[in-house]
């Protein structure tokens, strides 16, 4: 039994450092494939971005609380399905990429239900009026991540690049079906707006340094 004990622990401690040997040869494979300030780039867009896909999930998340048993029930849930699978594309990137996530998802989590649910409780057009600000918020910080990404290198991000305007597409068609769904006729429409993408652009800069 002695003798098989060390066997085990050596076939353990030689299967550690074989792992451990490819973990870090991955790694100096993976880094030297960009520049710091190329991999910086990166860190700070996958951060975001999944912070924002977290936000958004949670949003949806709140407005189907209040507004899940009414007539726009299915539009938001069809919204949120497409926000999850955003959502776990980031958080399969996050990894992949070996970016630290932002230290403040347990506030999105929370600051994006309560958005969600109060605009619901606001009305069915309130809640429409809060998807096109934060939509609109996004797919503009998405189309600035695209030319960031195109100036740098577009065959080097080209799955990146697929990816982002998959999604940026979703975000601008969620935004149109907010306006179809009377998303103008909220109450205080403007400045209900206004207040909501200063909210989206101060947590996307919150996210880029922390």
Known sequence: ????????SALFRQTLCVRRLVVSQHCRSFNSQYSEETKE????????????????????AGQMAVLG????????????DQEK?????????????????TFFLPFW???????GAGSALLGKEAAMACTVAVEEVIGEHYDSQIRALFKDDPEK?????????????????HL??????????APMYAAL??????????????AEKV
């Not at 048993?69 to 949120?80: A, K, L």
């Not at 699978?85 to 996530?101: A, G, N, Q, S, T």
């Not at 929370?110 to 958005?115: C, Q």
Request: glycine share 6%; aromatic share 8%; with cysteine.
């Open 193 to 206: 707006s206004n207040i909501i993408k200063i909210g989206c652009k101060g947590a996307i800069w919150i």
């Open 41 to 60: 780039m990166l860190d700070t867009f996958i951060r975001v971005d999944h912070a924002g896909e977290l936000g958004a999930d949670r949003i949806y």
């Open 1 to 8: 039994m002695a003798v098989n004990m060390r066997m085990v």
């Open 176 to 185: 149109d079906t907010g306006l179809k769904h009377d998303a103008e006729e």
């Open 109 to 115: 989590n929370v600051a994006g239900f309560a958005l």
């Open 157 to 173: 991000h080209k799955a990146l690049l697929e990816t982002i305007k998959q999604f940026r597409d979703d975000e601008l068609e």
């Open 69 to 80: 048993n009414t007539s726009v029930g299915p539009v938001i849930q069809e919204m949120w």
């Open 85 to 101: 699978d955003h959502l776990k594309k980031f958080e399969e990137l996050i990894p992949e990429y070996r970016v630290r996530p």
